[in-house]
Nanobody, 125 residues
Framework: VQLQASGGGLVQTGGSLRLSCAAS????????VGWFRQAPGQEREFVAG????????VYGDSVKGRFTISKSNMKATVWLQMNSLEPADTAVYFC???????????????????WGQGTQVTVSS
């Protein structure tokens, strides 16, 4: 059972990237999935979360209106579309899954039990 994050890279300010999180050995239909990011010397920050069905989403304040999370349970994949990227978005991005219910909250990294390996996103000014 693992999550595989991919799609990171180097992009200029204002550019876009699409991250993918592919699950193997686990059906995502039974799990919430979140994206987090961590810059050097900083704590892991919640970016976005999506419910089991994909019908509910939530975003961190710093990415609202710029990032979009989506999910395909059939493909066992979650995506994070990142637009209007800024240098402050530079970080390693992680996807994670949890069996918690949506109403219990999805922003705490300690509530997730399975993590992908991370993918580096670098935004140049």
């Amino acid at each position: 059972v693992q999550l595989q994050a991919s799609g990171g890279g180097l992009v200029q300010t204002g550019g876009s990237l699409r991250l993918s999180c592919a699950a193997s050995g686990r059906s995502l239909s039974g799990y919430l999935v979140g994206w987090f990011r961590q810059a050097p010397g900083q704590e892991r920050e919640f970016v976005a979360g999506i419910s089991r069905s994909g019908g509910s989403t939530v975003y961190g304040d710093s990415v609202k209106g710029r990032f979009t999370i989506s999910k395909s349970n059939m493909k066992a994949t979650v995506w994070l579309q990142m637009n209007s990227l800024e240098p402050a978005d530079t970080a390693v991005y992680f996807c994670a899954s949890t069996a918690r219910i949506w109403s219990a909250g999805v922003t705490n990294p300690g509530d997730y039990d399975l993590w992908g390996q991370g993918t580096q996103v670098t935004v140049s000014s």
